[in-house]
């Protein structure tokens, strides 16, 4: 007990100077614009709040609330909530370029439509000896060591590589480059069964700004019951994962914080498989439900604390099916949409594929009538046997969209103002409906 207590004076104020206000003068001034905007400010503050959040929950999971919690007092999540309100401004519509958000730089577009990305490559990651270095470990520790703030290329070669990565809140415009999905592999098998938090759990985990991978798969091996085992944990505002692969069950993907996009990637779990509170939009991606030991499926698990933050969660022409162990027995499996994590959970499925597997009410409660009037989940010209919304939950939080002006906020434009960064990606996207 001692020990704990300890800790928690130890940590913090670490916590408070470096994961919730660790902001420095140089970041603010490095926007997409060059330029702090009120939408650039809002994602920080959005941010700050769940990095608040996290280091709660994780207190939480190790049991340690009745020292901590005392110790780190409200009056820093009142006043991010209380900037929250004040920044909010109306958004206006952002302009496009080449199809791309404007965020996403000219080189980083050419890099993700070139057919061979693997032959600018700054460093050569290959198990079998025949790169560089052998261990993805190593490539990122040469990312951190660079001169230059320009765009580090990892070509990761074919291969399974069973090592826990994380790129820092300092090694920033780092691009991975696999082989494709099911041929570059990172593993592991962290997870809170096993001991570790849900946040540490992740097999691959990057928080440095401006993270693009392409052609990966990135797989957590816990298995079904082994509760939370993330595979990938993305803090890094402006990341994009293109042609990407999420294998896990319980929290598969934790897209925690900042702005992200996915492309034409595959996500397979059970139990809120995807989850977090990015301000992040899926596009043309496979989502795969497995068998769960619970009988029970939850796709995400949207995790906004404030109705003020610019976060949730954005599904957009993607395709949600049962994945291979699921389908023979999936008229014994429930499957839902999603359940309110938090109490402003926002979630929304746009002209998105809902096969059969959906159970008719397509959301699940959390706990009892929890944030049932405060959430915000919509669903907006789906298609398919599970997209009927003729049974669908009674709360006041849950609305078919009818409007395309109302879903038109849920877009890669509007929702994480994507003109302003993607276009330098190269990542294809649909900029609206």
Not at 276 to 304: D, E, H, L, W
Not at 341 to 347: A, G, I, N, Q
Not at 402 to 424: D, M, Q, R, Y
């Amino acid at each position: 007990m001692a020990v704990r207590i300890v800790l928690a004076f130890l940590f913090v104020p670490f916590l408070l100077s470096t994961t919730v206000l660790g902001y420095n003068s140089d970041e603010l001034n490095q926007t997409t614009t060059g330029k702090c905007t009120n939408y650039d400010a809002q994602t920080w503050l959005s941010t700050a709040l769940t990095n608040l959040e996290t280091c709660r929950t994780g207190f939480a999971e190790f049991e340690m609330t009745d020292f901590i919690l005392p110790l780190m007092s409200n009056n820093v999540s009142k006043l991010i909530s209380n900037t929250l309100a004040i920044n909010k401004v109306p958004y206006s519509e952002p302009s496009y370029k080449d199809g791309f958000p404007s965020w996403v730089r000219t080189g980083d577009r050419k890099l993700l439509q070139s057919s061979s990305p693997a032959s600018q490559a700054n460093i050569v990651v290959a198990i079998d000896g025949s790169g560089n270095v052998k261990t993805i470990k190593e490539a990122v520790d040469a990312a951190s060591k660079r001169s230059g703030t320009g765009r580090y290329v990892i070509y990761v070669k074919a291969g399974t590589y069973n090592e826990n990565v994380e790129v820092g809140k300092k090694v920033k415009n780092v691009m991975f480059v696999g082989d494709g999905m099911g041929k570059t592999i990172v593993t592991g098998s962290k997870s809170v069964g096993g001991g570790t938090t849900t946040f540490k759990s992740a097999t691959f985990a990057v928080v440095g700004d401006n993270f693009i991978a392409r052609d990966m798969t990135f797989r957590n091996t816990a298995g079904a019951n082994n509760h939370q085992a993330v595979a990938l944990r993305s803090g890094s505002d402006f990341s994009v994962f293109y042609k990407c692969s999420f294998e896990g069950y319980q929290d598969t993907l934790y897209v925690h914080s900042q702005r992200q996009f996915y492309r034409e990637c595959d996500i397979y779990g059970t139990v809120d498989f995807i989850f977090g509170n990015a301000a992040v939009v899926f596009q043309n991606c496979n989502i795969y439900a497995r068998n769960p030991p619970s009988k029970t499926n939850t796709i995400t698990a949207q995790g906004r604390t404030d109705p003020n933050q610019n976060t949730g969660i954005s599904i957009h022409n993607c395709r949600v099916t049962a994945a291979s162990d699921l389908k023979p027995v999936q008229s014994s499996v429930k499957t839902y949409l999603g359940r309110p994590w938090k109490e402003y959970s926002r979630t929304v499925f746009m002209k998105t594929f809902l096969d059969s597997l959906i159970n008719p009410a397509g959301w699940m409660p959390w706990s009892g009538n929890f944030a049932l009037n405060t959430l915000y989940y919509g669903e907006y010209m789906n298609t398919g046997s599970g997209s009927s919304t003729a049974s669908r939950v009674n709360w006041k939080g849950y609305r078919v969209i009818t409007s395309s002006s109302e879903a038109s906020k849920f877009t890669v434009g509007s929702f994480i103002s994507g003109s302003n960064w993607l276009p330098a990606t190269s990542v294809p996207f649909t900029a609206g409906l």
